[in-house]
């Protein structure tokens, strides 16, 4: 064997790089956001630390400003130059991810003494990346308080449930026809065995209340698996939820990096809640949370309707989701002339039918933007014989009136339990995305 001749070990190296430190300082992001609530949580921290304050009724204009409503984030800077007729430039995402949540009624027992929760599947949940995984409890209680109803986040870390596969013994079938889930009978997890406290008892304790102080709860199960740099290179970031945080986080980031010097455009992020179960809710992209807060930051800015009419069409929408990366198991399921590498730059997503808001003129914008930051980027198009995914691009492109352009970095594994995405792609999208909200 002749060892010269041998390609090196690690990274691909005819590939461009970025800082994988970015990527790095987002792990503990993403173990501090269990929930919608407590990345909600983690993002607001971000900005109180870069000054950012909360916005009430009469607040500003001028200044670093955001509103917060359950698992929704909406946040802005309005400079001094800023007037009425300023247009927007706005990076939108989500903060929920598919997963299993607690019922209201959840306590059930099961064969062996076994004590069981019951759980409804939120969104598209790849169902099988559940199974024999050590799962903890997130979300918001509330309770009955002094002055009315009160919320609290609760989180518990302890490897509390597990849904344990069936073993291949007792399955025929699963060698010629592989594993078929059905979501009512085999994802209860179970949690306990013989007798022990019920679920309303167990939450009331991690308040601090009394079983009966609780009005209801928001509860769902999360991967205890801590996020990581993996590889023998450190290229991919593994951690759950990256569908869609890896977009917020980077959102807050690229806004925080403009404050100090936005340009003519006023810079703002929407993170809406309830995306992977249609957008329709209050605090949803096909809501009006949005448009609210502009109109609020327009009328302090004393803009006329025909102001706020030339900054709508002047403004732009930076939809920022997860793209399909082509996966090396699967190729036959990608676009064969629009292959998707991780590591590759962020994507430009495309779809003909409006699943994604992207036209040729908002295409233009973002193209225009990584060529300017010198960042290099992919597009996707789905295979025409498979259905496409969406995003809020639709929704806000549709509720604001405004150009859309759907973009994100490439990841394996969307809508499991843990994805998988490229260690470099997060700074290359981070500098796209100041780039844009800079105008």
């Not at 073993?167 to 025929?172: E, N, P, R, S, V």
């Not at 609020?296 to 803009?303: E, S, T």
């Not at 995914?389 to 973009?407: K, N, Q």
Request: proline share 6%; charged share 20%; glycine share 10%.
């Amino acid at each position: 064997m002749v060892w010269a001749n041998l390609a090196p070990i690690g990274p691909r190296w005819d590939m461009p790089t970025a800082d994988p430190s970015v990527a790095s300082a987002l792990l503990a992001d993403f173990d501090a956001s269990p929930s919608p609530y407590h990345a909600v949580a983690t993002m607001k921290a971000l900005l109180d630390a870069a000054g950012f304050a909360l916005a009430h009724p009469g607040s500003g204009p001028v200044g670093r400003w955001y509103h917060v409503d359950g698992g929704a984030l909406v946040a802005w800077v309005v400079g001094t130059d800023h007037h009425g007729a300023s247009p927007l430039r706005l990076v939108g995402a989500h903060t929920d991810s598919p997963n299993l949540r607690i019922k209201p009624q959840p306590d059930r027992s099961g064969a062996g003494a076994a004590r069981q929760l019951g759980v409804e599947v939120y969104g598209g949940v790849l169902l099988n990346s559940w199974l024999d995984r050590d799962l903890g409890l997130a979300g918001r209680v509330v309770i009955e308080g002094v002055d009315g109803p009160e919320e609290y986040l609760m989180r518990d870390d302890r490897a509390l449930l597990r849904i344990p596969q069936l073993a291949i013994h007792l399955d025929g079938d699963i060698r010629q026809h592989g594993l078929n889930l059905n979501p009512q009978r085999h994802l209860s997890p179970v949690w306990g065995l013989g007798e022990g406290p019920t679920f309303a008892a167990y939450l009331a304790e991690q308040v601090g209340v009394e079983a009966d102080s609780i009005l209801a709860y928001d509860i769902m199960a999360y991967d205890l698996t801590p996020a990581a740099l993996n590889g023998l290179g450190d290229e991919f970031l593994c951690t759950a939820r990256i569908d869609n945080l890896l977009s917020c986080f980077l959102a807050v980031r690229a806004l925080v990096e403009v404050a100090d010097a936005p340009g003519a455009a006023i810079p703002m992020i929407s993170l809406f809640d309830h995306e992977e179960v249609g957008s329709v809710s209050t605090t949803g992209a096909a809501s009006p949370l949005v448009r609210q807060q502009i109109e609020l930051v327009q009328a302090g800015l004393g803009a006329t309707v025909v102001d706020a009419a030339v900054s709508r069409a002047a403004s732009l929408v930076l939809s920022a989701d997860g793209a399909h990366a082509t996966h090396p198991n699967y190729a036959d399921r990608h676009e064969p002339e629009h292959q998707v590498s991780l590591n590759g730059g962020p994507v430009l997503k495309i779809n003909a039918n409006q699943r994604y808001a992207t036209d040729a003129r908002s295409a233009g914008v973002f193209v225009r933007a990584c060529r300017t930051a010198d960042v290099p980027f992919q597009r996707f198009v789905n295979r025409t014989d498979l259905a496409c995914g969406s995003t809020i691009g639709p929704a806000t492109a549709a509720e604001l009136g405004m150009a859309v352009v759907d973009a994100g970095c490439p990841q394996y594994a969307m809508h499991s339990a843990r994805e998988t995405a490229g260690s470099h792609d997060p700074a290359w999208f981070q500098i796209v995305l100041e780039q844009i909200l800079r105008g």
